[in-house]
């Protein structure tokens, strides 16, 4: 295995974990958006998590 795709693997893996706990977690969206927005996540990978961040959280609160 070639030590630079298995780390960036990973890398994707551990965004990846990190964006579905943050849906999981954000109180702005009911069940079947949650689930809508975890396949976006898993099926355009980075793009997902940075679509996510980027429109999916709402209103962050202080």
């Known amino acids: ?10 890398i994707g893996l ?5 964006t579905v706990v ?13 689930f ?3 396949l976006a996540a898993f099926f ?3 793009i997902g998590s940075i679509l996510w961040l980027v429109f999916g959280r709402g209103r962050v609160r202080n």
Do not use: C, E
């Not at 954000?26 to 069940?31: K, S, V």
């Open 36 to 38: 809508l927005w975890i």
């Open 14 to 18: 551990i965004i990846f974990i990190v």
């Open 44 to 46: 355009l990978n980075i």
């Open 22 to 34: 943050s849906i999981v977690r954000n109180p702005n969206h009911g069940a079947f958006g949650k």
């Open 1 to 10: 295995m070639d030590p630079i795709s298995g780390g960036l693997g990973l």
